[in-house]
């Protein structure tokens, strides 16, 4: 079994560990409420968006051509063998379809974590004014109770008064 000095170096793991390594640390930072623990979650999330869409674009070596005709293919600018050339070619375009799906998907995403992104900010906002509004009732009514013992206390005193008079008198 290969040990760990074996192996090689591969960028886009490291990016990955790396991208979830500031996301959990910046969900801890939220659970205890650290000061720019929602900085820290969001570059944690574009860490991991840029890491996917490198993945997306990632060529394992085996596929990578190793003569330059066929990365830098000559270039005619005749509009007949362009258009004859994706004619030839639908598994050029049967990849950019790929790309472009995946673009539209990840588009899709961001739209979609921008708005519970939004809910989630209103929902956090009316939760800080529920809870100043029974913050505040919580007060009122510590103030009532107060004044009703202090109510009770003054009634006491008065009857434990009336009633040492009245045991005087008898």
């Known amino acids: 079994m290969p040990g760990l000095r074996d192996r090689q170096f591969n960028l886009i793991h490291f990016l990955y560990g790396f991208g979830a390594i500031v996301i959990l640390v910046a969900a801890l930072s939220t659970v205890l409420e650290w000061k720019y623990a929602r900085h820290l979650f969001a570059a944690g999330i574009i860490v991991e968006i840029v890491i996917f869409i490198v993945s997306l674009i990632d060529i394992p070596p085996s596929e990578i051509p190793s003569t330059p005709e066929i990365v830098f293919p000559p270039q005619d600018h005749s509009t007949e063998d362009s258009e004859a050339q994706k004619k030839t070619s639908p598994e050029k375009n049967n990849e950019l379809d790929k790309v472009l799906s995946s ?58 008064k009336l009633e040492k008079e009245g045991k005087n008198a008898i």
């Open 103 to 160: 673009i539209e998907g990840l588009n899709d995403s961001f739209q979609l974590l921008r708005r519970s992104n939004q809910d989630l900010n209103e929902s956090v906002q009316q939760i800080k004014q529920d809870y100043r509004e029974i913050k505040r009732s919580t007060l009122n009514f510590e103030q009532s109770l107060n004044t009703i013992k202090s109510k009770v206390d003054q009634t006491s005193e008065k009857v434990e």
